[in-house]
């Protein structure tokens, strides 16, 4: 079991930044799949961000079109700690962060969908004001 914690959500105003941190527990991911998510009041979880590990190696970063090259993903593998580096914040960037993963490197087309992933935080609030 993998147990995923989310920290670094805050109150920020448009234009600020702020970093989000996945710290995960339990079974050392290898190879696997991490990725963020948001819900927002009223609407549908949706897709941020996600990254592809094998080992120490990359296989791809992975963003919305909302978020491109605003946000940026990495990781720690020595922490297994995930980040979400979040720059030029705006007001429908405010939503519940969720980390999630999977214990397995997922094909480019899958990584989106959240259906694919086994194991979710909790979640951190991020509001953006105007």
């Known amino acids: 079991q993998v147990q995923l914690a989310e920290s670094g959500g805050g109150l920020v105003q448009a234009g600020g930044s702020l970093r989000l941190s996945c710290a995960a527990s339990g079974r050392t991911l290898t190879d696997y799949t991490m990725g963020w998510f948001r819900q927002a009041p009223g609407k549908e979880r949706e897709f941020v961000a996600a990254g592809r590990w094998t080992g120490w190696s990359g296989r791809g970063t992975y963003y919305a079109d909302s978020v491109n090259r605003r946000f940026t993903i990495s990781r720690d593998r020595a922490d297994n700690t995930m980040y979400l580096q979040m720059n030029s914040l705006r007001p429908d960037d405010t939503a519940i962060y969720y980390c999630?993963?999977?214990?397995?490197?997922?094909?480019?087309?899958?990584?989106?969908?959240?259906?694919?992933?086994?194991?979710w935080g909790q979640g951190t609030q991020v509001t953006v004001s105007s």
């Open positions: 999630a993963a999977r214990s397995s490197v997922l094909n480019s087309g899958s990584v989106r969908d959240g259906r694919h992933y086994d194991y």
